[in-house]
């Protein structure tokens, strides 16, 4: 009795009521049973259109999985009616805990859901003995819900991303909402081309696309000429997390090739176990590595001469003035064309190429957040990271969007976490 005191307090349903409360073996394990009752004289409701229709028939009980209770699994066992719809024929009713064949109820997708936000999948399914599958389909419920439910209103400031995931063999496109106290994930989908990007201005719209006023991007080709197409009104901006991104880049690249020759050589290798020295920012290594650092600096290598570039360009970002911000830039890469280091030559023709947008960066300043991007793009990693078992783009994606999508959840009235 008390059970469904409880029940109806948390979870009631206007056209139907709990019955008998019981322990029965479910899949060999003891499991408490709720029966579920339609409400007398109550019309079953076609899934189709929404209405009341005669009872056609009934089909034999199922169960539906419920929130857990101690260390009990909970179900609803229901004989579903199957309506007589004039217009739509014999269809089985529309319930409000569940839909379709699934065998979770709502409720308690949405609660697997909920710790598959903090944990990763494999441990929610191990928690709630449950498979890694079940864990799936309960985020994938909730993350259709969430993209069908949410606003695109208000968008004006988008940057557009992307990420190498299975070890680099495949790119996903990333578009962020970057507007303050909105930043969220706004859309992804995999590769890197200018059909891609193209996509989503589609499934955006013209008329919100037209009211975009900042693009933040990186210097991808394919990305610049359909933000130029589809965008023609907003800033394109350069920003610099991408731009400090191509640095480290030729800085990896320069180091590798230097270990190549070590190795060559029969040299030692000075460079081992060294590479976050040179791709991190000084400021955010630890007093150990600042000494290791220091240690590298006094050689003469070609990884810190790249290195040294790297930081000497960071004064770039803090001129308040365009004009003057561009005769740095025009300075640097003439300097940066005079050494020996081809990947850093590579870097400073792309600057030069794209001087005019990487400038719309200091006409954004202020209104745009310089870190948005970067934040974003570091969540999205982690949440790789804590995936593992994401074996397809599809999982990838719905966890991206789940954890990224700030998206409305289902009407829910449990807050167990
Ligand atoms: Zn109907």
């Known amino acids: 009795m008390l059970i469904k005191t409880l029940l109806n307090k948390v979870e009631r349903f206007k056209s139907f009521v709990y019955g008998a409360v019981y322990v029965k073996l479910v899949d060999g394990v003891e499991a408490l049973v709720i029966d579920i009752e339609p409400r007398r004289n109550s019309r079953p409701i076609c899934p189709e259109c929404g209405k009341r229709r005669n009872t056609y028939d009934r089909r034999p009980p199922r169960l539906f999985e419920y929130l857990p209770v101690w260390t009990f699994k909970v179900y609803f066992r229901y ?57 799936f389909r309960a985020v994938n419920f909730v993350v259709d819900y969430g993209l069908a439910h949410r606003s695109l209103e ?181 300097r940066t064309l005079q050494t020996d280091l081809e990947p850093m030559k590579k870097v400073a023709k792309m600057l030069s190429k794209h001087k005019p947008m990487i400038l719309n960066w200091f006409k954004a300043k202020g209104q745009l957040s310089s870190g948005a991007v970067e934040g974003l793009n570091l969540k999205a990693k982690l949440t790789m990271r804590k995936a593992y078992g994401f074996k397809t783009l599809k999982c990838l994606k719905i966890a991206l969007y789940h954890t990224l999508g700030k998206l409305p959840a289902p009407d829910y009235h449990h807050r167990f976490c």
């Open 154 to 334: 208000g968008v004006t400031e988008i940057g557009v991303d992307e990420i190498a995931v299975f070890k680099g063999h495949k790119y996903l496109t990333l578009v962020y909402q970057l507007n303050a106290g909105a930043r969220r994930l706004l859309w992804c989908a995999p590769e890197r081309k200018a059909k891609t990007l193209l996509r989503f201005f589609q499934e955006f719209g013209k008329e919100r696309s037209a009211k975009l006023q900042f693009v933040c991007s990186d210097m991808w080709a394919p990305y610049l000429k359909v933000i130029a197409k589809k965008a023609p009104q907003a800033l394109n901006i350069l920003d610099r997390f991408h731009i400090m991104r191509k640095f480290n880049e030729a800085i990896d690249e320069i180091r590798r090739g230097e270990v190549k020759q070590f190795k060559a050589n029969g040299q030692e290798n000075v460079l081992e176990r060294k590479r976050w020295l040179l791709l991190k920012r000084p400021e955010n290594l630890s007093e150990k590595q600042t000494v290791r650092l220091d240690e590298l600096l006094k050689l003469n290598l070609a990884s810190i001469k790249g290195y040294l570039l790297r930081e000497d360009f960071q004064r770039f970002w803090e001129y308040q003035r365009p004009d003057f911000a561009g005769k740095f830039l025009d300075n640097w890469v003439t």
């Open 79 to 135: 004989a579903p009616r199957r309506v007589s719809c004039p217009e739509h024929g014999v269809k089985v009713e529309a319930l409000p805990w569940g839909h379709g064949k699934e065998r979770m109820t709502f409720s308690y997708q949405i609660y697997l859901s909920r710790w598959a936000k903090r944990l990763s999948w494999k441990e929610v399914a191990d928690i709630f003995e449950t498979s890694w599958d079940t864990v």
